[in-house]
């Protein structure tokens, strides 16, 4: 489903706008947490929890999926470094003797950054979703 399509199907939902943007940006902010693994999980229930459209807050969620992973999360880390004052955050690695104890040591220092970046990455996001997704709702049912 492409962009424009999600967009779409969240418009003609029959429910309140402030409601819908909320599910979406909720969505948004799992989608960027550092909680991976557990995206789907927390969607689920907060939506639930809210009594939120799970249909939105799912499509939130599934922002970050195995295409956007990658990109998402290497620009949280980044911004979490910067925010965190990290300045080498690019470990040297011999790829000719990698193990899960190097990999893990090396990595080590890029935790907080990464989730000190994808909380705060997610939260501005999320809260530029909300009012982005609110307006383009309000519009479209003036508009109709």
Do not use: C, Q
């Not at 995206?39 to 956007?68: A, C, D, E, Q, Y």
């Amino acid at each position: 489903m492409r962009i424009r399509e999600r967009l779409r199907s969240i418009l003609t939902i029959n429910e309140s706008p402030r409601r819908l943007a909320f599910a979406f940006a909720l969505g948004l902010f799992i989608a960027i947490s550092p909680l991976i693994g557990l995206h789907t999980i927390l969607g689920l229930g907060l939506s639930w929890l809210f009594r939120l459209n799970k249909f939105v807050t799912m499509l939130g969620v599934f922002v970050n999926n195995p295409w956007t992973l990658v990109p998402i999360y290497t620009f949280a880390t980044w911004v979490g470094a910067i925010l965190l004052g990290v300045d080498d955050i690019i470990p040297d690695i011999d790829w000719n003797n990698v193990n899960y104890k190097m990999f893990f040591d090396e990595f080590k220092p890029l935790l907080w950054p990464f989730i000190v970046g994808s909380t705060f990455v997610g939260l501005v996001s999320s809260v530029a979703a909300y009012f982005v997704i609110y307006i383009m709702i309000k519009r479209s049912r003036n508009e109709n």
